[in-house]
């Protein structure tokens, strides 16, 4: 059967550890001499950026090389939908050429879901969809902190996850609620009213798992993990803070900051990061910042994920919408 990746919404905390742990095979390949294996020798993979990217494309990229896939890379500028082509049709015609598995960037939330629901033959991963979802890096962003945990009993549970910054505007930071919620972790969602959206402050949906903390250092008390986020000013139609300035005097994660957090916190940034701005330049180069290795582990968890789609040997698709 034809499996996608949409989102991680609707995973099991099963079918998390799953791709988590086809992942950490991936990174034992990646850390050998010859960083190839063959599995997907004979697969073909569409690398469908609409939107700009450096790491996530180039991690996709590099992970289906790594399996031995046939890899395409698709930007916006050199697609036909510069022509007025919509996306229906570029996809189309993509699948008259019969790649197994489309990895698809997008600006608009539920392109991916869309592509899913219209194309018969093709596996579709979403590599980022609008405000959606980004579920590779919400994967990546666990297997970091699984590795980092590794001696702790609990592993990735039992955590305190603070998720900082434009929350409204973020897919990194949605399929991080849904992948700690999935796992019973404990998430303070924190920023200013602006941008942390209405869909999280159902008591009755979410219990006490989720709470929402204006105040940085609040927000910060007793956090053993700390995802900043970008403030993603590209998807600001509206002015959502007073200056940048003012906010990052709120809200930067800094040093003094993170003293509010458990001795032992370590700091998450999905990048391109704004230093100075949602982070300083001494947190994201600091010993608590885990930045270079998701980058690293990046790439394991896609192989994971596009060997799972590939090969048929995979878990649930994850809600789509
Ligand atoms: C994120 C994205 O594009 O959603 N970046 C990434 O994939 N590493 C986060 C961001 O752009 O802020």
Not at 105 to 133: C, Q, W, Y
Not at 204 to 213: D, H, M, P, V
Not at 241 to 265: D, F, H, I, M, T
Request: hydrophobic fraction near 40%; aromatic fraction near 4%; include cysteine.
């Amino acid at each position: 059967m034809r499996r996608h990746l949409i989102g991680i919404e609707g995973l099991t905390k099963e079918d998390i550890y799953s791709y988590l742990n086809n992942a950490a095979t991936f990174v034992e390949v990646s850390e050998r001499e010859l960083k190839k294996v063959p599995p997907l020798r004979g697969k073909t993979i569409v690398n469908l950026f609409l939107e700009p990217s450096t790491r996530t494309r180039v991690s996709f990229e590099i992970a289906g090389k790594r399996l031995s896939a046939d890899t395409i890379n698709v930007g916006a500028s050199d697609s036909s939908i510069t022509k007025g082509e919509t996306l229906l049709d570029t996809a189309r015609t993509l699948q008259a050429m019969a790649p197994d598995i489309i990895v698809m960037r997008h600006k608009e939330s539920g392109a991916p879901h869309f592509l899913a629901k219209h194309l018969e033959k093709t596996s579709i991963v979403n590599a980022g969809d609008g405000m959606h979802e980004h579920p590779t890096q919400a994967l990546l962003d666990l297997l970091t902190l699984k590795h980092h945990f590794k001696e702790r009993s609990a592993g990735i549970e039992d955590l305190t996850v603070a998720i900082v910054g434009d929350i409204r505007h973020s897919r990194v930071a949605r399929s991080n609620i849904w992948a700690h919620l999935a796992l019973n972790n404990r998430i303070n969602l924190v920023g200013p009213p602006t941008l942390i959206p209405e869909e999280f402050r159902h008591p009755r949906l979410f219990g006490e798992k989720i709470n929402i903390i204006h105040d940085l250092k609040t927000g910060l008390r007793g956090a053993d993990v700390v995802i900043c986020l970008r403030m993603q000013l590209e998807r600001q139609t509206d002015k959502f803070v007073p200056s940048l300035e003012e906010y990052s005097q709120e809200y930067c994660v800094n040093e003094r900051a993170l003293q509010a957090a458990n001795p032992g916190c370590v700091v998450l940034h999905p990048g391109p990061a704004n230093r100075g701005l949602e982070v300083s330049s001494a947190v994201l180069d600091g010993a608590q910042s885990l930045m270079q290795k998701q980058v690293n582990f990046g790439v394991a968890v896609r192989m994971a994920v596009l060997f799972a789609l590939a090969t048929g040997k995979t878990v649930s698709e994850g809600k789509s919408e």
